[in-house]
C-alpha cells in the first residue's frame, strides 16, 4: 500500500492488439492480455489505429496502445 505524499514510478509498455470488430475491442483486447502479466495497470493511451483490409473490406482492426503501470518496490 502506498502512504500520501509518497512518490511513486509508473512504466509504459507499447502494445498492438487486434480484434475482428473494432479499434475498441482491439485496445481492450491488448489491455486484458496484458493485465495476465502486469498488474497494477492504471491508465491506456490510445497512440494509433491501424486495419488490415482483404479486398474491399476490414478484415482485422488493430490498436498501438501505451499502457501505464506502477512499478512496484521491494519491502
Do not use: Q
Amino acid at each position: 500500500m502506498y502512504e500520501a505524499g509518497e512518490a511513486h514510478v509508473a512504466k509504459v509498455l507499447e502494445l498492438i492488439g487486434s480484434s475482428p470488430k473494432g479499434w475498441d475491442d482491439a485496445a481492450a483486447n491488448a489491455v486484458k492480455e496484458a493485465a495476465k502479466s502486469v498488474h497494477d495497470i492504471k491508465g491506456v493511451y490510445l497512440k494509433e489505429c491501424t486495419a488490415k483490409v482483404d479486398g474491399d473490406k476490414i478484415v482485422e482492426y488493430r490498436a498501438v496502445v501505451k499502457v501505464t503501470f506502477v512499478v512496484e518496490r521491494g519491502s
